[in-house]
T-cell receptor, first 112, second 110 residues
Framework: DAGITQSPRHKVTETGTPVTLRCHQT?????MYWYRQDPGHGLRLIHY???????DKGEVSDGYSVSRSKTEDFLLTLESATSSQTSVYFC???????????FGPGTRLLVL | SQQGEEDPQALSIQEGENATMNCSYK?????LQWYRQNSGRGLVHLIL?????REKHSGRLRVTLDTSKKSSSLLITASRAADTASYFC??????????FGTGTRLKVLA
């Protein structure tokens, strides 16, 4: 998976609790992305980053925040988890001058 | 709303047959990419076609792009059981920001 790890790989949490998912890359790529994947919706972009401390919203950013303090780490935080945020979350990276995205293995999140 | 919509949603074929799946999109694009996802795994890039290209080949894959119809097709020739996966198109209309379709689930029967 192109030097991309996600942690945790599986998480069960309760409604109203904060959750942080981590994406770590060893490729030194500039761009990092968080997607969620749900049946019937494909992948939807939550947030992306185009550099350290540079982030922007995607299609479904409500209820999510992100931070990128180092090139290699991109954190996704669900401020107060809801059942509608039950999903599989994928991190992806890409580099300047390349249009290919490389995906991590995903995190399965269940919000009860 | 989704930029890319794949068609069909699901496809089942015999090993050795060709598989064709289509992607339609709504806005102007810089390029269109196809990705494969095996069950429970992340997506893997297959092929990219730029807006000024009409056809591209990579091994058993053939991609066409018709910008006037805002559509693309992915052809997998001589399918194998290992091609069983979901296939997604992704479009880029801006810089390094991609929109994925809903995917086609392909099942290749041995």
């Amino acid at each position: 998976d192109a030097g991309i790890t996600q942690s945790p790989r599986h998480k069960v949490t309760e409604t109203g609790t904060p959750v942080t998912l981590r994406c770590h890359q060893t490729e030194n790529h500039r761009y990092m992305y968080w997607y969620r994947q749900d049946p019937g919706h494909g992948l939807r972009l939550i947030h992306y980053s185009y550099g350290v401390k540079d982030t922007d919203k995607g299609e479904v950013s409500d209820g999510y925040s992100v931070s990128r303090s180092k090139t290699e780490d991109f954190l996704l935080t669900l401020e107060s988890a809801t059942s509608s945020q039950t999903s599989v979350y994928f991190c992806a990276i890409s580099e300047v001058g390349e249009e290919t995205q490389y995906f991590g293995p995903g995190t399965r999140l269940l919000v009860l | 709303s989704q930029q890319g919509e794949e068609d069909p949603q699901a496809l089942s074929i015999q090993e050795g047959e060709n598989a064709t799946m289509n992607c339609s999109y709504k806005t102007s694009i810089n390029n269109l990419q196809w990705y494969r996802q095996n069950s429970g795994r992340g997506l893997v890039h297959l092929i990219l076609i730029r807006s000024n290209e009409r056809e591209k080949h990579s091994g058993r894959l053939r991609v066409t792009l018709d910008t006037s119809k805002k559509s693309s097709s992915l052809l997998i020739t001589a399918s194998r059981a290992a091609d069983t996966a979901s296939y997604f198109c992704a479009t880029a209309s801006g810089t390094y920001k991609y929109i994925f379709g809903t995917g086609t689930r392909l099942k290749v029967l041995a």
